[in-house]
Antibody, heavy 119, light 108 residues
Framework: QLQLQESGSGLVRPSQTLSLTCAVS??????????WGWVRQPPGKALEWIGY???????YYNPSVKSRVSISVDRFKNQFALDLTSVTAADTAVYYC???????????WGQGTLVIVSS | EIVLTQSPGTLSLSPGERATLSCRAS???????LAWYRQKPGQAPSLLIY???SRATGIPARFGGSGSGTDFTLTISRLEPEDFAVYYC?????????FGGGTRVEIK
């Protein structure tokens, strides 16, 4: 059974870069037909899709963060990563990694990790 | 982008009662690619319904999805204790993917 697990720094200084990793277990990230992406949820608020990357390497990002975000895949480590630059307090949220099907349905989610942006 | 509006914001019901949640899109959802998720406190969202009306693997029959175009509904026929949570609709037919603001189902 495929499982996802987020890891990374829980505290990031304003203007710095937020970096998270999602480890994939119980299956291979190299299987075609799936996308690997990120969703975030500010405390007490709704979900916001950040972006995804396909097995082919094609990526798509939410215009709300497009100028600051990058998602990459490490096929050897069976994991993918999120980098978000120039963070502010508005980027404080629980960040979830998720698998997308070929139709972009988010069917498997990690448990989430809280990232606080503060000096 | 497609804006999803969920109503009501909060639904107060008793265990065993029927819950009806609404999700309205600002434009037609491509191929009815509309999903529903349940989020229990402190947990990640969990997929319930996809394609507007198909139950995800392992989801009990008390959960039903309906609708097409711009108007969609999630129905829970008889509320169980674990169903008191927040529910989100999401469209995945167009980028950017978007979520609704959520409906909280609370114990009356």
């Amino acid at each position: 059974q495929l499982q996802l697990q987020e890891s990374g720094s829980g505290l990031v200084r304003p203007s710095q870069t937020l970096s998270l990793t999602c480890a994939v277990s119980g299956g291979s990230i190299n299987v075609g037909g799936y996308s690997w992406g990120w969703v975030r949820q500010p405390p007490g608020k709704a979900l916001e899709w950040i972006g995804y990357i396909y097995h082919s390497g094609y990526s798509y990002y939410n215009p709300s963060v497009k100028s600051r975000v990058s998602i990459s895949v490490d096929r050897f480590k069976n994991q993918f990563a999120l980098d978000l630059t120039s963070v502010t307090a508005a980027d404080t949220a629980v960040y979830y990694c998720a698998r997308g099907t070929s139709q972009s349905l988010l069917d498997i989610w990690g448990q989430g990790t809280l990232v606080i942006v503060s000096s | 982008e497609i804006v999803l509006t969920q109503s009501p914001g909060t639904l107060s019901l008793s265990p065993g009662e029927r819950a009806t949640l609404s999700c309205r899109a600002s434009q037609t959802v491509t191929s009815n690619y509309l999903a529903w998720y349940r989020q229990k406190p402190g947990q990640a969202p969990s997929l319930l319904i996809y394609g507007a009306s198909s139950r995800a693997t392992g989801i009990p029959a008390r959960f039903g999805g309906s609708g097409s175009g711009t108007d969609f509904t999630l129905t829970i026929s008889r509320l169980e204790p674990e169903d008191f949570a927040v529910y989100y609709c999401q469209q995945y037919g167009d980028s950017p993917l978007t979520f609704g603001g959520g409906t909280r189902v609370e114990i009356k």
